[in-house]
């Protein structure tokens, strides 16, 4: 079973376009994360959600807009793609809010933008 | 504010051998600290994390950390290297205070046969 999931894994769009990315952990967890790592495999948070509840937004532009459905899914829509959106992105959760909880991540989603 | 500089970009060793990645933090508040491990296209797995109990941390697959808070230290060791601990290592620092993990920069290992 896997415990966060990211659809789709790749992603390959032009620019100016609207795309999303989905993100489901089944571990119950009440806090959910995106994370981004760029060329350099340098990874920043982005966004956190704690019981749907938006706790963290980084320095992000306002095209990125994550949404929370319930507990268990955090998405990411990013509008009006631009080539320094290309990045590798990972959803992450934890059992709770705070620093000392271990963040489980997914697997990533490969955003090329052309 | 909390920062982490793990001081080598590449480390390169051969089976068998030890293994130490070095990491370096900074934070206001009495940290957590964690070693998380990628392997070439894959998602981060949390190899081990400090929390403020035992200040020798024993992690997945036979790594084990040791935080010393006089040097601000908290590197990562293996007694023997093996092929399959190829990957890159991040270094990650989080306040209890917060909810943020603070990534470095990464340091890449290479197990030579």
């Known amino acids: 079973d896997t415990a966060v999931s990211q659809t789709p894994k790749y992603l390959v769009t032009q620019m100016g376009n609207d795309k999303s990315i989905k993100c489901e952990q089944n571990?119950?967890?009440?806090?959910m994360y995106w994370y981004k790592q760029d060329s350099k495999k340098f990874l920043k948070i982005m966004f956190s959600?704690?019981?749907?509840?938006?706790?963290i937004n980084e320095t992000v532009p306002n095209r990125f807009s994550p949404k929370s459905p319930d507990k268990a899914h955090l998405n990411l829509h990013i509008n009006s793609l631009e080539l320094g959106d290309s990045a590798v992105y990972f959803c992450?959760?934890?059992?709770?809010?705070?620093?000392?909880?271990?963040?489980?991540f997914g697997p990533g989603t490969r955003l090329t933008v052309l | 504010a909390q920062s982490v500089t793990q001081l080598d970009s590449h480390v390169s060793v051969s089976e068998g051998t030890p293994v130490l990645l070095r990491c370096n933090y900074s934070?206001?508040?009495?940290?957590?600290l964690f070693w998380y491990v990628q392997h070439p296209n894959k998602g981060l797995q949390l190899l081990l994390k400090?929390?403020?109990?035992?200040?020798l941390v024993k992690g997945i697959n036979g790594f084990e950390a040791e935080f010393k808070k006089s040097e601000t230290s908290f590197h990562l060791t293996k007694p023997s290297a093996h092929m399959s601990d190829a990957a890159e290592y991040f270094c990650?620092?989080?306040?209890?205070?917060?909810?943020?993990?603070?990534f470095g920069a990464g340091t890449i290992l290479r197990v030579k046969s």
């Open positions: 992450a959760s934890s059992q709770e809010y705070g620093g000392r909880y271990e963040q489980f």
């Open positions: 990650v620092v989080s306040d209890s205070y917060g909810n943020k993990l603070v």
């Open positions: 959600y704690n019981n749907k509840e938006l706790i």
């Open positions: 400090y929390t403020s109990a035992a200040t």
């Open positions: 934070s206001s508040y009495s940290p957590s």
């Open positions: 571990l119950g967890h009440d806090t």
